[in-house]
């Protein structure tokens, strides 16, 4: 464990609020990830980020933002237009170009009511 | 569209049995494929790519382009294998993972 690292673990939310996600990681990787895990949806891919102050939309990217200021971290924003925030939020790392494996936060459990 | 199927939810095997957890894919191009684990109250992690053609914990998978398939095998499964397995696909740039809905497997004592 170690090397990537988010927070907090659990966070609960008033609907209508925004909420930030935190994600760092000390491995020196250039790609970063974020993914969202619903029971039985396995895992899908909100934002990546290649390279420091660029970042793409994955498949869920509605109702979420994020930013990459700094190598070593990439926070994600869930907004208020989110409909269904309340899930378990994983944050990735990848060290880039030519290498594949991944490797991943602890996760944030958010819940929205 | 690119896609992973993992058509088991659950899966349970007896220890010493073979264990084979199934994965199809569906991908415009040469796709990278792995198979990643997450045990109880750990991380989710890497547990092999085909390109590498290793064998992990006993664990092997072979990528059948004319079947779409990556299913991961063991033949003598061991308690210690019960986790939550997921079999994900990128393309050749490494960009984009694409994850199955993950198959949970049981090995009873």
């Known amino acids: 464990d170690g090397g990537i690292t988010q927070s907090p673990k659990y966070l609960f939310r008033k609907e209508g609020q925004n909420v930030t996600l935190s994600c760092e990681q000390n491995l020196n990787h250039d790609a970063m990830y974020w993914y969202r895990q619903d029971p039985g949806q396995g895992l899908r891919l909100i934002y990546y980020?290649?390279?420091?102050?660029?970042?793409q939309k994955g498949d869920i990217a509605e109702g979420y933002s994020v930013s990459r200021e700094k190598k070593e971290s990439f926070p994600l924003t869930v907004t208020s237009a989110q409909k269904n925030p309340t899930a378990f939020y994983l944050c990735?790392?990848?060290?880039?170009?030519?290498?594949?494996?991944?490797?991943f936060g602890p996760g944030t459990r958010l819940t929205v009511t | 569209a690119q896609r992973v199927t993992q058509p088991e939810k659950l899966l349970s095997v007896f220890k010493g049995a073979p264990v084979e957890l199934k994965c199809n894919y569906s991908y415009s191009g040469s796709p990278e494929l792995f198979w990643y684990v997450q045990y109880s109250r750990q991380r989710l992690q890497l547990l092999l790519r085909?390109?590498s053609r290793e064998s992990i914990k006993g664990f092997t998978a072979d990528l059948n382009k004319g079947e779409t398939s990556f299913h991961l095998k063991k033949p003598f499964a061991q308690e210690e294998d019960s986790a939550m397995y997921y079999c994900?696909?990128?393309?050749?740039?490494?960009?984009?993972?694409?994850f199955g809905t993950g198959t949970s497997l049981t090995v009873i004592p």
């Open positions: 994900a696909l990128t393309g050749n740039t490494g960009n984009q993972f694409y």
């Open positions: 990735a790392s990848r060290l880039g170009q030519g290498s594949y494996e991944q490797y």
């Open positions: 085909h390109i």
């Open positions: 980020s290649q390279i420091v102050n660029d970042f």
